[in-house]
């Protein structure tokens, strides 16, 4: 049985165990990389450079970690900071008009239209979406991530997916 | 209950591969905080130094133990401070260097007290 994320940082703090920490960076590189990917709209080098932020804050603050919360709910933290202070520094753009990014024939959905829809969304609701999909957390998880309240998260759920419906679902009667 | 399409495709990120970042990240990593070196030679000198010119030669026995008292606490310190999220160590020597020369001008100071 591997040893649990709490067993792993115990090591690192204690022995300063590098193969712990690798270990650490490897299970957790692809939701931090994943949730990076969508705060930045889809771009990946950018996204992979704050994960590698990510990851050394992480190492030198681990001792801060509380067992308490999940390790990758205090990754998601950082990595949410880290887009934060990046988006500060380099604003970005306010979005265009919405068009929609696909055709009405394509019956199929696909990642690459999700990727540019989110692109179009606003900072807030694309960051909602992030946290509160595909990360495994609940809503005051997600809420404690991004520092705001549990009715804003929902909110912005709630228009986001509001606006990607309009960008990637066809009409109602272009599919009668 | 209607089932929505746009949960299923945002609840389903695609796992992304390791392909070397694991790798890069460990390469970025910088070393450990160190515990905080032993005292310097030259405090090492200064504190019995101080202790004999307060006191005069025939205190220097004492000057000497005081010395190692202090080398032994100092010593101490750092491992009890440096790790995890401590301070760095430059903040651990100066401290430890402020410690020791506070401790020996008092030492000094009392020994030279007139009884």
């Known amino acids: ?176 | 209950m209607n089932h929505d399409p746009l949960d299923d495709l945002l609840g389903d990120p695609t796992p992304l591969p390791d392909a070397g970042f694991t790798a890069r990240v460990m390469s970025a990593l910088p070393r450990r905080r160190s515990p905080a070196p032993p005292l310097e030679p030259w405090l090492l000198a200064l504190v019995p130094g101080l202790v004999t010119v307060a006191l005069g030669p025939d205190a220097s026995a004492l000057a000497r133990s005081l010395a190692d008292g202090l080398a032994g606490l100092v010593g101490g310190l750092g491992p009890a401070l440096a790790p995890g999220g401590g301070p760095q160590p430059g903040t651990v020597a100066a401290l430890a260097t402020a410690a020791a020369l506070a401790a020996a001008a008092l030492g000094a100071w009392l020994l030279a007290e007139p009884t």
């Open chain 1, 1 to 176: 049985m591997p040893p649990s994320d709490t067993e792993l940082v115990a090591r690192v703090l204690a022995e300063d165990d590098r193969r712990a920490f690798a270990e650490l960076v490897h299970r957790h590189q692809s939701a931090v990389r994943g949730l990076l990917r969508r705060l930045t709209a889809g771009d990946a080098a950018l996204a992979d450079d704050l994960a590698q932020q990510v990851f050394i804050t992480a190492w030198k603050k681990l001792g801060s970690w509380r067992g308490g919360a999940r390790l990758s709910t205090w990754l998601y933290r950082i990595a949410w900071n880290a887009w934060a202070s990046q988006a500060r520094r380099a604003p970005p753009v306010e979005p265009p008009p919405p068009e929609p990014v696909r055709g009405t024939d394509d019956a199929v959905l696909d990642r690459r239209d999700l990727t540019r829809a989110l692109a179009q969304l606003r900072p807030e609701e694309r960051a909602a979406l992030a946290v509160t999909y595909g990360q495994d957390l609940t809503h005051e998880e997600a809420a404690e991530v991004l520092g705001c309240p549990v009715g804003t998260l929902k909110t912005n759920v709630l228009r986001g997916k509001e606006r990607l419906r309009l960008l990637l679902l066809p009409a109602p009667e272009a599919t009668a």
